[in-house]
């Protein structure tokens, strides 16, 4: 198809922070990934893991090319609230506006 996507982007490795893959590989990469599942929507709270959805989304969208889901399936272990507030978050901010 001529699609050229990192999947998945998982955040806690050397040289794979958002920011930095988004400034140096935004203009010919397409993401996937990138919500940890080792960080705040495991460990965090309800508004904890929205932040972070949304910060992630700040710095990935910008330009196209990303697909928002969690760097790895999410275990048992992870809060349904918080996944359910992660997704409708996605749903509200994920946009283009």
Known sequence: MG???IDTL????ANMMP????????RSLSFHGC?????VIVNGNREEAVQEAR???????PGGG?????????????????????YEAVRE?????
């Open 3 to 5: 699609i050229n996507v």
């Open 10 to 13: 998982q955040p806690e490795a």
């Open 19 to 26: 920011a930095y893959l988004k400034e140096r590989y935004g």
């Open 35 to 39: 919500m940890s599942t080792a960080g």
């Open 55 to 61: 910060k992630l989304l700040d710095i990935m969208m």
């Open 66 to 86: 990303y697909a928002f889901s969690p760097t790895h399936m999410l275990q048992d272990n992870t809060p349904t609230e918080n996944v359910i507030a992660v």
């Open 93 to 97: 901010h994920g946009r283009y506006r």
